[in-house]
């Protein structure tokens, strides 16, 4: 049966899943978590009531198979119609859900996340992991505090030991102009949170030069054809979506 210990089950998945043969790696609050102690700071601090993994290959069959194995009931229904993009599985003990991302990730903004997976063996690669949080149109104050945490331990770089890879996170809002758009509406919500948040002064200025360092690097990098034609339309013309919530019942 799951763990009572989300962080404690969230490995047990992922380490159950590679003896099977499935690939799947951590996103979201929980992976951050995990690289990030600054997630512990009594500011940044949130709860983690759901999963969320991704995977590379559409291998559904395999992945209920090791669900099941662990103790977790399908979302049948969203599983066959969805289940070349996207996968859903309950805890029902412990009131938890899990969201399996295939092939890429579809919410605000598509971002392929998967292309990349062997360079950890956890979660996806920070830059990816920065960049889901980024692409919310509608931030809330729990993703903030996300991307904060990641931001302190984790400078701005170009490989992906441990640094934020900013060639990968270039590359990819250098081409879609509605992610670059959604990443800099972000970046200023981050920034405005930190002028309010408590924190150490050593701390708020580490946030500050890796923010600034983040926008003007979005800012500034090349941009692609593809981008600069949407970028002639602006924002006369919705560039977001709003995914809804997947609950059971």
Same mark, same amino acid.
């Given at each position: 049966m799951?763990?009572d210990?989300i962080?404690?089950?969230?490995?047990?998945?992922?380490?159950?899943?590679?003896?099977?043969?499935? %690939? /799947?790696?951590?996103?979201?609050?929980l !992976?951050?978590?995990?690289?990030?102690?600054? !997630?512990?700071?009594?500011? /940044? !601090?949130?709860?983690?009531?759901?999963? *969320?993994?991704?995977?590379?290959?559409?291998q559904?069959?395999?992945i209920?198979?090791?669900?099941?194995?662990?103790?977790?009931?399908?979302?049948?229904?969203?599983? /066959?119609?969805n289940g *070349?993009v996207?996968?859903?599985?309950?805890?029902d003990?412990?009131?938890?859900q899990?969201?399996?991302?295939?092939?890429?990730f579809?919410?605000?903004?598509?971002?392929?996340?998967?292309?990349?997976?062997?360079?950890?063996p /956890?979660t996806?690669?920070?830059?990816?992991?920065?960049?889901?949080?980024?692409?919310?149109?509608?931030?809330?104050?729990?993703?903030?505090?996300?991307?904060?945490?990641l931001?302190?331990d984790h400078?701005l770089?170009?490989?992906?030991?441990e640094?934020?890879?900013?060639?990968?996170?270039?590359?990819?809002?250098? *081409? *879609? =102009?509605?992610? =670059?758009?959604?990443?800099?509406?972000?970046?200023?919500?981050v920034?405005?949170?930190v002028? %309010?948040t408590?924190?150490?002064?050593?701390?708020?200025d580490?946030? !500050?030069?890796r923010? +600034? +360092?983040?926008?003007?690097a979005?800012?500034?990098?090349?941009?692609?054809?593809? =981008?600069?034609?949407?970028?002639?339309?602006g924002?006369?013309?919705? =560039?977001?979506?709003?995914?809804?919530?997947v609950?059971?019942?």
């Amino acid at each position: 049966m799951p763990l009572d210990n989300i962080h404690d089950e969230a490995l047990r998945v992922v380490q159950t899943a590679q003896q099977q043969g499935v %690939t /799947l790696r951590l996103l979201g609050g929980l !992976a951050i978590r995990l690289h990030s102690p600054s !997630a512990t700071h009594r500011s /940044l !601090a949130r709860p983690y009531p759901d999963i *969320d993994f991704a995977t590379p290959h559409k291998q559904a069959s395999k992945i209920e198979k090791v669900f099941a194995e662990l103790g977790y009931a399908p979302n049948k229904n969203f599983n /066959l119609f969805n289940g *070349d993009v996207r996968l859903l599985f309950y805890d029902d003990a412990h009131r938890r859900q899990v969201d399996i991302f295939v092939a890429q990730f579809r919410m605000c903004h598509k971002i392929p996340i998967t292309e990349r997976m062997n360079l950890e063996p /956890l979660t996806i690669p920070l830059a990816e992991l920065l960049l889901t949080k980024l692409q919310i149109f509608e931030m809330n104050e729990k993703d903030i505090r996300d991307v904060c945490a990641l931001l302190l331990d984790h400078p701005l770089g170009e490989n992906d030991n441990e640094i934020i890879n900013v060639i990968r996170l270039t590359q990819l809002t250098s *081409d *879609d =102009w509605g992610l =670059w758009k959604t990443s800099m509406l972000s970046i200023s919500k981050v920034k405005r949170y930190v002028q %309010t948040t408590e924190m150490e002064a050593h701390q708020h200025d580490t946030l !500050a030069a890796r923010l +600034g +360092g983040l926008e003007a690097a979005l800012q500034t990098s090349p941009k692609s054809m593809r =981008w600069k034609m949407r970028d002639r339309v602006g924002e006369k013309v919705k =560039w977001y979506e709003l995914p809804e919530e997947v609950r059971r019942g």
